[in-house]
């Protein structure tokens, strides 16, 4: 499965721009016209994971929402219209004179996604392989078998003969992943979407490189210096908008003034007003006479949060790097030397001021799709698009030229000017 992915994968790059375009404006069409089949499917798969008694937010995961299918689509189309990412010059370089040197940009090869739940993420991920020009193995989680299965059914259709259905693998069984963990001279890159012992288990079971998070604890922090009706406003979407989501505010974090203005009591009723069950640090459980909470390391996933009173925005920054997972953090406030303190100095992979962290999603940033969102340091770091599923490489361009111990050859190293495709279109170079 992996070898063929990789043998459909080069004939996918070898196509044009615009066949590759194509191919993904196909699959956004199909998936429109499938929309009933892929629904009804989906009802399958909730129904049968409510009456197993899974998770509240396991199933609100699951769920295949209103709408979601047209705004699959039009992340799709987004995607298709953006500039084609493979073989893009980043640098130019003259090495000596007639020694051209250029660094482009290239597919990885073979990508393993493994994920819980979501089936969206099957088609974000399936769009994203295929702008990019890598091959893709699947593996859902038996919660959403009908409508992981549906939805694969529907993209690998709408793959031309001369690429090949094998493109995009779908895993069906927990044993083929064993297996597949073991192919470090094959697959290039597995990104785990899911629970912290997901993330954790395929990290010891492999020698290919991992890219991923484990948790998605997200703290606002609201300063002093706030606007009280944007506070609650944004504080209510960090945790209300869809409370599952690894974006969603697991910790709120409060200014010590704000105990006695009156604003902390709004911000909390505003919370509990809309059905969210508080838990406390120690301070916080003491003033708001509310349950303390056994750890602030908490994902809560859920219409629940932590709330915590803090000294200033230096105690809230030690705070988030104690307790949190370098995932998404937000500070609310007016005064700008305290918000670029909060955003310089905050280690996360995404840093936010005055806006909701829900904004924390590859469709809203733009990216058109997101296969994930990456906690580590190396190669990609927050929102992974199409960029983190590319790597580089070195074209040289000569004239006859030989080394012979670098005599006779004088080097340049030379910056030239990067033409981007809207130039070499219409310049005709």
């Known amino acids: 499965m992996a070898i063929a992915a990789r043998e459909s994968s080069r004939k996918l790059q070898a196509l044009s721009s615009e066949d590759r375009k194509k191919i993904?404006?196909?699959?956004?069409?199909?998936?429109?016209?499938?929309?009933?089949?892929?629904?009804?499917?989906?009802d399958l798969d909730v129904v049968a994971a409510q009456e197993a008694g899974y998770e509240e937010s396991l199933v609100a995961r699951l769920v295949m929402k209103p709408g979601k299918i047209s705004s699959l689509a039009a992340s799709i189309r987004q995607l298709a219209e953006m500039d084609d990412p493979i073989g893009h010059v980043l640098k130019k370089t003259q090495v000596a004179d007639g020694l051209i040197l250029e660094k482009t940009s290239s597919p990885l090869g073979v990508l393993l996604i493994v994920f819980e739940s979501r089936p969206d993420a099957l088609v974000q991920i399936a769009s994203l392989a295929i702008r990019s020009g890598n091959g893709l193995l699947l593996k859902g989680g038996k919660e959403a078998r009908r409508s992981n299965a549906i939805l694969h059914k529907v993209i690998t259709d709408a793959i031309p003969e001369t690429v090949g259905?094998?493109?995009?693998?779908?895993?069906?069984?927990?044993?083929?992943?064993?297996?597949?963990?073991?192919?470090?001279?094959?697959?290039?890159?597995?990104?785990?979407?899911?629970?912290?012992?997901?993330?954790s288990q395929i990290k010891n079971s492999t020698k290919i490189p991992v890219l991923g998070h484990a948790d998605g604890i997200c703290h606002v922090y609201v300063d002093k210096c706030c606007k009280l009706d944007m506070a609650?406003?944004?504080?209510?979407?960090?945790?209300?908008?869809?409370p599952a989501?690894?974006?969603?505010?697991?910790?709120?974090?409060?200014?010590?003034?704000l105990e006695q203005n009156g604003v902390l009591n709004e911000l909390i009723h505003a919370l509990q007003s809309n059905g969210v069950t508080l838990y406390g640090g120690a301070r916080a459980s003491a003033k708001l006479n509310i349950p303390e909470t056994p750890s602030f390391h908490h994902e809560y996933s859920t219409k629940a949060c932590t709330v915590e009173i803090v000294e200033?925005?230096?105690?809230?920054?030690?705070?988030?790097?104690?307790?949190?997972?370098?995932?998404?953090?937000?500070?609310?406030?007016?005064?700008?030397?305290?918000?670029?303190?909060?955003?310089?100095?905050?280690?996360?992979?995404?840093?936010?001021?005055?806006?909701?962290?829900?904004?924390?999603?590859?469709?809203?940033?733009?990216?058109?799709?997101?296969?994930?969102?990456?906690?580590?340091?190396?190669?990609?770091?927050?929102?992974?698009?199409?960029?983190?599923?590319l790597t580089t490489r070195w074209v040289m361009r000569g004239k006859g030229q030989i080394v012979d111990g670098d005599n006779g050859v004088v080097y340049t190293h030379k910056d030239l000017p990067v033409l981007q495709r809207t130039d070499i279109m219409e310049n005709g170079v």
């Open 24 to 42: 993904l404006l196909d699959i956004a069409n199909a998936l429109e016209a499938n929309e009933k089949t892929i629904k009804a499917e989906n």
């Open 165 to 199: 259905v094998k493109l995009i693998g779908l895993v069906t069984s927990r044993e083929e992943i064993s297996d597949l963990l073991k192919l470090d001279d094959v697959i290039d890159l597995v990104i785990p979407r899911g629970s912290n012992k997901l993330v």
């Open 232 to 242: 609650k406003r944004l504080v209510s979407d960090a945790k209300l908008d869809y």
């Open 245 to 257: 989501a690894c974006n969603a505010m697991e910790t709120l974090l409060v200014h010590k003034d």
């Open 312 to 389: 200033d925005v230096h105690g809230a920054i030690d705070h988030i790097h104690q307790h949190g997972s370098a995932h998404t953090d937000c500070i609310v406030t007016e005064d700008s030397e305290v918000a670029e303190i909060f955003l310089r100095q905050v280690d996360s992979a995404a840093v936010f001021h005055n806006a909701s962290m829900r904004f924390s999603d590859g469709f809203r940033f733009g990216l058109g799709a997101e296969v994930g969102i990456s906690t580590s340091r190396i190669h990609a770091r927050g929102l992974v698009g199409v960029e983190g599923l």
